[in-house]
């Protein structure tokens, strides 16, 4: 009863800040956060840092609303362990008082547990720090309700980032119209570990807009400043493609298969039909693979800079080798010697779908020899064929009894077609003795 009298409370209490107009005239100190007074609708300031904040901006629809579901699919999709390093901030972005009140409500009620938890807090931005939305510049053609739409809609996110930017190490945009795919966190954290070392501002878990986006929460407050710098200029997703192009990442770095799907049929601007989906995504079989540090080597003739590492990522390119010829490899020599569990390979693309391997066999291998650069195994074991360009294969700690240190994948038949490995995936397994 306590609990529920003070959530009942929590939804209730208004603030009520001076009426600040928030000036835009000082945004030279990119790295600092914007002066904004918050109204928290639901929950308290988070009293330890967590490893990932998920943000979600949601207004009114004139046709169904998904925001309950959403944040159900980010609890439910997540373990207790997963819980832990997680917060939730719901950003109710309307004007209209009501709604907000009426939301905070149904979102009090359903996830009250999360509240008192301190995951999850809702909060709301007094139209009074909004700047002018009417009589924007039409950059595109759009209606002015379009551009006023779009434009409030850049102001709404960087708000949100704003707040975000202390709460935790990372930070991933969703938005209130997405289903999470099972241990989105855990797919989430290895993906990151798999990074370390290399630079990047954006980690893509979808291909959909502005769904998905991962970012290091030290940049969040210059994305802020950026959307709020340009926020009539053009829509967000767009902008954020410029933002990781002005911080030095030239090329998308997207994660297949998709950790977030599209789930809403209206679309927030005027309940248009909105049908976007995202093939790539998984719900429940993702098994992200564990690809342990390796060489990669072939001597195929490789075409421009499709190079042999493309192959052994998550990443959404690929190897690309010139017709390959009997004998041919493709060779990856493990840093360590390990036990492997499954291995799965795939060639060929939709668009080549006739660039695959047609005739090939997947090795293993044990006792290296050579240099540092020239390292190889002197012994190998076949352990099946290539069927349709494809090969995968299960419980190979039972089939393989030693330490892998190889693995090569062989051209049995020369082919006119080129040779697409579009990826390579490595689970490992500990046997109980280790």
Known sequence: EGDKQLIRETATHQLNPERYVHSFKDLSNFSGSINISYRYLAGTPLLRKRYLTIGLSSVKRKKGNYLLETIKSIFEQSSYEELKEIAVVVQLADFDSAWCEGMVQDISQKFAHHIIAGRLIVIHVPEDYYPVLDGLKRNY??????????????????????????????????????????????????????????????LEFSKLGYIGKLYHSHDLPRLAHFLLMFYQEMPCDWLLIHFRGLLAQKEVIRFKPSLFQHMGYYSSYKGAENKLKDDDFEEESFDIPDNPPANLHTNMNVFENYEASKAYSSIDEYFWGKAPSTGDFY??????????????????????????????????????????????????????????????????????????????????????EWLIIRSISVWTSQTPNQ
């Not at 980032?161 to 990372?170: K, M, W």
């Not at 650069?373 to 089939?399: A, M, P, S």
């Open 141 to 202: 053609n759009d209606p002015e309700d379009r551009v006023k739409f779009r434009s409030k809609q850049n102001v709404d996110y960087a708000f949100l980032l704003n707040f975000c930017a202390n709460l935790s190490d990372y930070y991933v945009m969703l938005e209130d119209d997405v289903r999470c795919s099972k241990n989105f966190l855990t797919a989430v954290k290895k993906v990151i570990t798999s990074r370390e070392g290399s630079y990047w501002v954006t």
């Open 331 to 416: 060779g990856i020599v493990f840093e360590k010697p390990i036990k492997i569990s499954k291995i799965k390979v795939v060639t060929g693309t939709e668009d080549r779908q006739n660039d695959i391997l047609h005739h090939g066999a997947l090795e293993v291998g044990e006792k290296i020899v050579g240099s540092k650069k020239g390292r190889q195994c002197t012994t190998y074991l076949r352990l099946g064929e290539f069927k349709n360009g494809n090969f995968e294969i299960t419980d190979v700690e039972h089939k393989v009894l030693f330490d892998i240190n190889c693995m090569r994948i062989l051209v049995t038949k020369s082919q006119k």
